[in-house]
């Protein structure tokens, strides 16, 4: 996952323990694609103070992530999901009962490893 992405998606889970400021510059920054330097004349501070705000704003949300780690539960719930969906179609394409039964079982399985 890009450097991007992966703070866009720590920013949606995270966002609303952010100050005000932090995310309002986060927002201009990474979402309204502003410049440093036009966030920095719009807050009427410099480049680099929107600069070290975004570094430890970036840094407070990968903190929270470190501690809390719901993008990589997320992200482990969406791959689990992804392979109900695939065990699914399997079942579709079988005749064989015993087959289903078996396919059946991993579908309880997967299910399993995501509500615990």
Do not use: C, P
Request: net charge negative.
């Amino acid at each position: 996952m890009d450097d991007i992405l992966r703070l866009t998606l720590l920013f949606d889970f995270y966002g609303e323990l952010l100050t005000e400021k932090q995310k309002l510059i986060f927002e201009m920054y990474h979402l309204n694609d502003l410049s440093l330097a036009e966030i920095g004349e719009d807050q009427g501070i410099s480049r680099q103070a929107v600069r070290d705000q975004l570094k430890r704003t970036e840094k407070a949300l990968s903190g929270y992530e470190e501690k809390l780690k719901l993008l990589e539960k997320f992200m482990e719930h969406k791959k689990e999901v992804r392979r109900i969906k695939e065990t699914a179609q399997e079942i579709e394409k079988v005749n064989d009962s015993k087959k289903v039964l078996e396919y059946i079982d991993e579908i309880k399985k997967i299910a399993d490893s995501i509500l615990d």
